[in-house]
């Protein structure tokens, strides 16, 4: 329960509560080991629980029309998922799939409703909470939506060396097994186009990419594109 706690205090929809509060939360949450490549949950299926990753990595995406996919997001240790959160009774808006091995802290949207009735002081602070999160979710869509394709994917790799990058002698070192499709149904370009941008990037002595992950040598050079 300690534990649970302190990992608690990590997402930000958690951030406003105290101590206490935050061991109230626990008592509601259990934790879940996924493997690489698990679905966590389908689109459309009824939204049982509100996720939040202690460690690893998952995509969420969507089947368009025709039959392809568009990854909506890559999340990390620290995010949550659904980010329609615990406050809709809509289905789950995509499907989830774990990328690298994780472990997920899961709490259930009945348990979730029941507790926030008990305890509505916590319910305020957490709707502040999400609040925020969406407001900033729209700002990162709206700065998205109106770059060209070298933009939008230089874009996702610097927010991915933000959020996930590991320091290293020699640049910032991306340990995630994200393929050149992924890049494409990210960005929302095709593979072509992200393995001519990577082979550019490459010649310019700006990073080597590989199966394991992606090394960035200079983020303040591949900023400036």
Known sequence: MKNIKSFLQKFTVFRGLNEEELQLVATITNTRPYKKRMNVFMEGEVREAVFFILSGVVK?????????????????????????????ESPYPATVEVVDDAELLVI?????????????????????????????????IQGFISKDVQHRFTHTLLKLAEEQGVDQENGVYLNISITNQDFANMVGTSRESISRALTKMKKQGLLKADR???????????AKL
């Open 212 to 222: 394991q992950g992606i090394l960035i040598y200079d983020i303040e050079k591949l």
């Open 108 to 140: 259930r949207i009945d348990d979730f409703e029941d507790f926030m009735m008990k305890h509505p002081q916590i319910s305020i602070k957490v709707m502040k909470m999400l609040g925020q999160k969406i407001l900033d979710l729209q700002e990162r």
């Open 60 to 88: 969420a995406y969507k089947i368009d029309e025709e039959g392809n996919e568009q990854v909506i997001s890559i999340l990390h240790e620290g995010d949550m998922f659904p980010h329609v959160g615990f406050f809709d």
